[in-house]
Nanobody
């Protein structure tokens, strides 16, 4: 059974940093591109960042470019999202997702597996 388990969320102040982790099990991790998405209350789920199967290619939403960094450790079956200079508008539930394609898509459709999410709240 495939499981994606996010951790590392919490309540922080604007300007702080957080690192989210997503531990995968039940799948051949290196065969999946990985993505991070987020959903704020009353809003659609949106793409945050993606990383290819072996980590050679990354992609970011314009709203987080230069502040967030996605990385992966295939030996640990884990993908990370380092978030710096957090803003109140980054407040959302953050989800990781696994995609069988070579590169992570910015579209949520097509991802094969999703985690349950971790809450990130940024106070002003």
């Amino acid at each position: 059974q495939v499981q994606l388990v996010e951790s590392g969320g919490g309540l922080v102040q604007a300007g702080d940093s957080l690192r989210l982790s997503c531990a995968a099990s039940g799948l051949t991790f290196s065969s999946y591109a990985m993505g991070w998405f987020r959903q704020a209350p009353g809003k659609e789920r949106e793409f945050v960042a993606g990383i290819s199967r072996i980590g050679g290619s990354t992609d970011y939403a314009d709203s987080v470019k230069g502040r967030f960094t996605i990385s992966r450790d295939n030996a640990k079956n884990t993908v990370y999202l380092r978030m710096d200079s957090l803003k109140p508008e980054d407040t959302a539930v953050y989800y990781c997702a696994a995609d069988r394609r070579l590169y992570a898509s910015s579209q949520s459709v097509g991802y094969d597996y999703w985690g349950q999410g971790t809450q990130v709240t940024v106070s002003s």
